[in-house]
């Protein structure tokens, strides 16, 4: 324990006075290294680290937040900062008193990390992979450097230029026919043109973007796949154009058709095109390649348009499509892509005429007709089989008719308008049309026209359409059945429940709801929740008896409706006399939560206890 004073000095004895300061002076002096308990300083920041600046005075630094540290910066206090990562290399995730770094994938020796690419140096010729080691292959090496005596040195799976260049027909390609001379660079590039030919190809856009239009929604990858339920939407605006929608594809090498998956809810008369940039492209020049989107019923449609020179419109790999309202738009029509892509689509295709083909002959395939084979057909079966006058007598083409064996008339069908058919009526065929919602009404708008109204738009209705000064006149059995007249001023006490604003009494409480250790006082309003004991949101107003006493006279408590912030609205209470208890009877309006503000005197009540005896409605 440190040495303190055991005695105060007497105020009249100066050098009693001046000895003790002496010992205090010894005790504290900037020499001296007293020992503290504990020390309190003000000014410092809570939480936070301290430092001594150049004049030894200690600062505390700002407060360190979850990951960060107290980092040195020379000759300068240091900075409370976190850890910043690494794009795509360390991500620094902070937490509650820990920093936690990770890699975007795991690397230990049983990951199978992927990458995009991989660049390994120090590898020569074909690699191979042993044991989970890549290496260079010693035995091949280098094919460009490389010659083999026989082709059993290579095992017919490895050339050199020398040996290309040497070698031809048989030897080479293994062929029957030596003759024929071909080496294995025309044999390959043979068989890269069928691949290609034959191979469809799809480019999908690269960029989008709306120059003209009110864009609404979607990107990019909402025009890469059909049919996803994902569209890039764009409304129409004033003027012309009414919208003009720019794509981009790149790496583009042929192409020869255009495959979109578009809807326009709009106008069929508006002409709506797709349209490609050409030399020199620069988004100023173009050729119209689709005819006019003329489906304005706002479903998707899919068209396939044919480009007879797509290279006139490929610049160095890239190519520039547009979609076009060629005429004044409407801001209330839109339209949507769902899917827009070039092609280039495998050579051939389309169908022949199976006549025609080499080889066959109608008879070949009977499910096909030429018109001399039906000519001879009918010549053959129509006369003798069903002649014209077998015809006329028992059927009468010109419509339905009774007697007819080949029709039946409405009336034998029991189907005859107004009599066992309803008629078409443009009312029913409103009510037709409404579409069902829970708790909701039917309202007649106007002539033989109907619309749904929720419980709160019938009620404004019907407000609007009672006459309130008959009120009085309204029998009232359904509210009260023991009303001994017929109108409102007749009802008898306790039918108002339903009809008006009442009281609603608690009982009689065994206990209080509320005492001195449930309330502060700090002289700060603060909230009574009373929805424990109420628990009823249409409650207005609170019925409370309060007893209190302090130890001094003029200590209050005050309440009023949450919410309320003026003097005005306030209840109210004080001591009078100190250690004198008071009781008092207060109403205080709640909100529909049932609670209530108090804001009592910041002293030690003797005692506050509270009391809820009921409530209105």
């Not at 260079?136 to 040996?163: I, K, N």
């Not at 260049?165 to 043979?190: E, F, I």
């Not at 583009?252 to 058709?257: D, I, R, S």
Request: hydrophobic residues 40%; negative net charge; glycine residues 8%.
């Amino acid at each position: 324990m440190g040495r303190r004073l055991i005695s105060k000095p007497n105020p009249n004895d100066p050098n009693g006075i001046c000895d003790a300061i002496a010992r205090l002076d010894k005790r504290l002096n900037t020499s001296a290294s007293p020992v503290f308990e504990s020390i309190g300083l003000t000014g410092l920041t809570e939480n936070a680290l301290m430092y001594a600046d150049g004049d030894g005075v200690l600062t505390s630094l700002a407060a360190a937040t979850n990951g960060q540290l107290a980092i040195g910066n020379t000759g300068n206090p240091p900075s409370i900062t976190g850890l910043t990562g690494t794009a795509n290399q360390i991500t620094v995730t902070n937490g509650a008193g820990s920093i936690t770094l990770s890699t975007p994938q795991d690397i230990h020796a049983a990951a199978t990390p992927t990458f995009a690419g991989l660049t390994l140096t120090g590898f020569t010729g074909i690699l191979k992979a042993s044991t989970g080691v890549v290496t260079s292959d010693a035995v091949h090496g280098d094919l460009a450097d490389s010659v083999w005596a026989t082709t059993a040195d290579h095992d017919g799976r490895y050339y050199t230029e020398a040996e290309i260049a040497a070698t031809s027909g048989a030897a080479l390609v293994g062929w029957d026919n030596a003759a024929s001379g071909y080496a294995a660079s025309q044999v390959q590039a043979a068989i890269d043109e069928v691949i290609v030919a034959v191979t469809p190809v799809e480019y999908t856009g690269a960029s989008i973007s709306t120059e003209t239009g009110t864009y609404d929604s979607g990107n990019l990858a909402s025009t890469q796949i059909i049919d996803d339920a994902d569209s890039y939407d764009v409304s129409e605006v004033t003027g012309v154009p009414g919208f003009e929608i720019r794509m981009t594809f790149t790496g583009v090498l042929t192409f020869n058709q255009i495959h979109t998956h578009t809807a326009y809810d709009g106008n069929p008369a508006h002409v709506v095109r797709i349209d490609l940039d050409k030399t020199p492209f620069n988004w100023s020049s173009f050729d119209t390649l689709l005819a006019d989107i003329d489906d304005a019923s706002g479903d998707f449609v899919f068209k396939m348009t044919d480009v007879p020179t797509p290279a006139s419109y490929i610049n160095s790999g890239t190519v520039r499509m547009r979609f076009y309202h060629a005429t004044t738009g409407n801001a209330t029509h839109d339209f949507r892509i769902d899917y827009a892509a070039l092609w280039k689509t495998a050579a051939g295709g389309g169908v022949t005429e199976h006549g025609g083909l080499t080889g066959l002959s109608d008879d070949d395939h009977l499910q096909y007709h030429t018109d001399a084979r039906a000519a001879t057909w009918l010549a053959a079966n129509h006369e003798t089989t069903y002649t014209h006058a077998d015809i006329a007598s028992n059927t009468t083409h010109r419509g339905l008719s009774s007697g007819n064996p080949h029709s039946v008339t409405p009336t034998e069908l029991s189907l005859v308008i107004g009599t066992n058919t309803q008629a078409w009526d443009a009312g029913l065929d409103s009510l037709a049309g409404l579409t069902y919602a829970a708790a909701s009404f039917v309202k007649m708008t106007g002539a033989n026209a109907f619309a749904l109204r929720t419980i709160a738009e019938t009620a404004d209705d019907l407000e609007g359409t009672i006459d309130h000064a008959n009120l009085s006149n309204l029998t009232i059995v359904a509210h009260d059945t023991t009303a001994t007249g017929a109108n409102l001023t007749s009802l008898t006490d306790g039918s108002e429940t339903a009809l008006h604003t009442h009281f609603v009494d608690r009982g009689d409480p065994a206990s209080v709801d509320f005492a001195t250790g449930d309330l502060t006082t700090d002289e700060t309003f603060r909230d009574l929740d009373l929805s424990s004991i109420i628990n009823d949101s249409g409650a207005k107003l609170v019925l409370m008896h309060l007893f209190i006493q302090d130890d001094a006279a003029g200590s209050r408590i005050m309440f009023r409706k949450k919410g309320n912030s003026n003097q005005l609205s306030r209840s109210n209470i004080r001591t009078q006399v100190a250690d004198i208890p008071n009781d008092f009877d207060i109403i205080v309006a709640c909100d529909t939560n049932q609670v209530v503000q108090y804001k009592a005197t910041n002293v030690a009540f003797t005692f506050i206890t509270i009391t809820v005896k009921g409530w209105w409605l």
